[in-house]
């Protein structure tokens, strides 16, 4: 565990906050918790703008906790050891906030929703962005990205608004610093030729 602070802080951040949020459902209840933090998008368009972002760390179930935190900690330190700590945060909450926001102005107003799959999207697409650039594949990508969000959300139940936003996000970060690595990466190999 030390060590996975050490080598990958971001993911171990986020799995921490995570872990907490699911503690604190268990201590005062699901439901409580749900209706403190979750996404309900009429308390947000009366003005409770924090929960887009506390939304992030409430889960509606142990299995929803369990695949998350899962999800986060073998994809996160995938996506943190090609691009840095910085650039991972960035990913992981640009893709929760923005398609929690998306998720405004398509669900209805008495909807709650919550979990951390918005970022999780958005790591998915980063990657699979970073290795369409890095291996001139962009299409394949794509349809990669396609193919897994459609599996990933015809479930009942699942906010599939915050899913596309967070995908979304994660494709055209990625590909931004998929783009960077790449000319690093070149820049590097002139070095030792």
């Given at each position: 565990m030390k060590n996975l602070f050490r080598y990958f802080p971001g993911t171990s951040i986020l799995a921490f906050m995570i872990v907490v949020g699911f503690?604190?459902?268990i201590v005062v209840g699901f439901d409580k918790a749900i209706m403190q933090f979750a996404q309900i998008n009429l308390y947000v368009y009366l003005g409770e703008f924090w929960r887009v972002i506390t939304a992030i760390?409430?889960?509606?179930?142990?299995i929803h906790f369990a695949l998350n935190l899962f999800?986060?900690?073998?994809?996160?330190?995938?996506?943190?050891?090609l691009l840095g700590s910085r650039k991972f945060i960035i990913v992981f909450f640009s893709g929760a906030v923005i398609g929690n926001i998306l998720s405004l102005f398509v669900l209805p107003p008495f909807v709650a929703s919550g979990g951390a799959s918005g970022g999780l999207f958005a790591i998915v697409g980063a990657l699979l962005a970073v290795e369409g650039v890095l291996r001139k594949n962009m299409q394949k990508a794509l349809i990669n990205a396609l193919f897994l969000f459609l599996i990933n959300s015809?479930?009942?139940?699942?906010?599939?608004v915050a899913?596309?936003?967070g995908l979304i996000v994660g494709i055209l970060l990625g590909y931004i610093y998929g783009k960077d690595l790449k000319r690093k990466l070149l820049d590097m190999s002139y070095w030792f030729s």
């Open positions: 503690v604190y459902e760390f409430i889960h509606m179930g142990y999800w986060l900690i073998y994809l996160g330190m995938d996506l943190e050891g015809i479930f009942p139940g699942v906010n599939y899913h596309f936003g």
